[in-house]
């Protein structure tokens, strides 16, 4: 079983930053995909950002030009780097792995607010 350790969550002002990171227990070298998750108090989880096996990122509508993702292969670890956080981002992030057997894995989740 793949163990995934997300950090880096917290409260945040309007135009903040944060980083969070999703250390994995495996190798992210050759896996399918990684990705980071979110889901609000009432609503669906939701894609924040993806990246697949040869490199393509892809990133939800909302958080573009403002979130980027980074790996550090070395470290089996993925970061996503929030600029500009607005209410709007608060929410519960979860980071996903799918593993080249094709099993998918999640992390416990890491609580990012955004408040005055």
């Known amino acids: 079983q793949v163990q995934l350790v997300e950090s880096g969550g917290g409260l945040v002002q309007p135009g903040g930053s944060l980083r969070l990171s999703c250390a994995a227990s495996?190798?992210?070298?050759?896996?399918?995909?990684v990705g980071w998750y979110r889901q609000a108090p009432g609503k669906e989880r939701e894609l924040v950002v993806g990246?697949?096996?040869?490199?393509?990122?892809d990133y939800g509508g909302s958080v573009k030009g403002r979130f980027t993702t980074s790996r550090n292969f070395a470290k089996n670890t993925v970061y996503l780097q929030m600029n500009n956080l607005k209410p709007e981002d608060t929410a519960v992030y979860y980071c996903?792995?799918?593993?080249?057997?094709?099993?998918?894995?999640w992390g416990q989740g890491t609580q990012v607010t955004v408040s005055l």
């Open positions: 990246i697949v096996s040869g490199g393509r990122i």
């Open positions: 495996i190798s992210i070298l050759s896996i399918n995909a």
């Open positions: 996903n792995l799918i593993a080249p057997s094709g099993l998918s894995s």
